[in-house]
Structure formats: structure tokens, C-alpha cells
């Protein structure tokens, strides 16, 4: 990994901001990612994110932190919150604008306990593909104090594969349709592609009931997104 998400960042972080990042998947077209947005304001955020961070309670990790403004936001409000993302960048950049514990750390390598864990802007990207979903599960199931709760959010993107009369062009011989490959380019330099996990909010259920975990939907977004909560 180049870590150019975490170059992007520390770019807007010293004021060195002159372009966005730009995402593609194997099914969909460049998109640009405004780097403003990824040091949004708790006003700025969507629903689903504001939800989560309200029903956010004791020791927090904040997983996948990027540069840190969920952590920041819960800092403000006396929680103990933990930031952790692969990036260095990333992490760099969350200290940098005050995240007092941040750590460049895989959650797979995670061993403390929590009564929150969060997993916000689709949060089950983290877990790639659909066969590693339980063993992510598992490991989080295990970083749970009693009575802790997972907050995760993501999309059901069914809706990509519609024609124009509503039909649907999944290819049913093929992976589960929410696996896509995912491409980020900064500054006219590619990253490594990655795998990346889009769930719709059935699937996620079962999976969590095949560990031992209750799902519940918390609510759902304006886009086939929702936020859920694991306990």
C-alpha cells in the first residue's frame, strides 16, 4: 500500500490542498472525494453517522478513523475513545488535529475491550469479501465488554445492477454482488487496488447470528444505506 489516502490527507492537513482524490470500483465510473468532507464537522455529517456517535457509550474504538473527526467529535463529549486506521497518514493527521490515542494498528491485530466499536462510512468495506465476514465478527465478538455494542453502517447496492426497466444484471454464477474492487488515484498516482465489502443488511444479519451476535437496524439512510447495531 502507497498510503496515498494517507499523503491526501496530510496534503489538506498543511494546508497543501490543490486536488481531491479519486475513487473508481470495477462497476462504476471515477467519482472525486472531496477531502473537505473527510474533516467534516458533527453538523456536516450524514444521519446515519450522527446516530451513531449519539448512541456512542464507554470506551470507544473508532475504526478505520480516517482523520479523525468522529474520534474528535466523542473526545469533545469526555468519552475515552481509541482512533485506529492502517494508514500512517491517516494517523499522523488524527494526532495532528488532536486525537489523544491513535494508532496505526489493523483491527485483526486489535486486543483491548470496548463498549463501543464503530465502523462508520460503510463500515463493512473493512472486511473485503464476503468469506472473511465471520472471522471479523468473531474477533470483534471478542473485543466486546459486557453488554458492548457494535455501531456499523453500509449500503445495499442492489440498486447498481438495475436496468433501465428495473431489472436486475447480477450475474448469479459470479461473487456476492456487494464485492467490488476499489481504486483510488491522488495526484495522477494509482494505489494498489483493494477489495472492498458493500452488505446489504439481511446478509449481515445472518452472518452475525452464525457467531453467536444479535443485529439489529438501527435506521436507515437516504441512499439503501443503514446503520446497525451488534451485540
Known amino acids: 500500500m502507497k498510503d496515498l489516502f494517507g499523503k491526501a490527507l496530510l496534503d489538506y492537513q498543511n494546508d497543501n490542498y490543490t486536488e481531491d482524490i479519486i475513487t473508481s470500483t470495477n462497476i462504476s465510473e471515477n467519482d472525486e472525494l472531496p477531502l473537505p468532507y473527510l474533516f467534516r464537522s458533527f453538523k456536516e455529517m450524514p444521519k446515519l453517522e450522527k446516530?451513531?456517535?449519539?448512541?456512542?457509550?464507554?470506551?470507544?474504538?473508532?475504526?478505520?478513523?480516517?482523520?479523525?473527526?468522529?474520534?474528535?467529535?466523542?473526545?469533545?463529549?469526555?468519552?475515552?475513545?481509541?482512533?485506529?486506521?492502517?494508514?500512517?497518514?491517516?494517523?499522523e493527521v488524527a494526532k495532528k488535529r488532536g486525537v489523544l490515542n491513535a494508532e496505526v494498528l489493523d483491527i485483526?491485530?486489535?486486543?483491548?475491550?470496548?463498549?463501543?466499536?464503530?465502523?462508520?462510512?460503510?463500515?463493512?468495506?473493512?472486511?473485503?469479501?464476503?468469506?472473511?465476514?465471520?472471522?471479523?465478527?468473531?474477533?470483534?465478538?471478542s473485543l466486546l465488554k459486557p453488554k458492548g455494542q457494535i455501531l456499523i453502517d453500509s449500503s445495499d447496492i442492489k440498486y447498481m445492477y438495475e436496468d433501465e426497466d428495473g431489472g436486475l444484471w447480477i450475474d448469479t454464477n459470479a461473487n456476492y454482488y456487494g464485492e467490488l474492487d476499489y481504486y483510488l488515484c491522488y495526484k495522477n498516482e494509482d494505489e494498489e487496488p483493494m477489495k472492498w465489502l458493500y452488505l446489504d443488511f439481511d446478509t449481515l444479519k445472518l452472518a452475525c447470528e452464525s457467531v453467536g451476535l444479535t443485529c439489529e437496524k438501527v435506521m436507515d439512510g437516504k441512499h439503501y444505506d443503514y446503520l446497525a447495531k451488534l451485540y
Open 108 to 141: 485483526l491485530d486489535e486486543k483491548e475491550t470496548f463498549h463501543t466499536i464503530l465502523f462508520l462510512m460503510n463500515g463493512t468495506g473493512i472486511f473485503q469479501e464476503l468469506k472473511n465476514v465471520s472471522k471479523y465478527l468473531k474477533h470483534l465478538k
Open 51 to 91: 446516530k451513531a456517535l449519539q448512541l456512542s457509550k464507554g470506551k470507544i474504538l473508532d475504526v478505520g478513523c480516517g482523520s479523525g473527526s468522529h474520534s474528535l467529535y466523542l473526545q469533545e463529549k469526555g468519552l475515552d475513545v481509541k482512533a485506529i486506521d492502517i494508514s500512517k497518514g491517516a494517523i
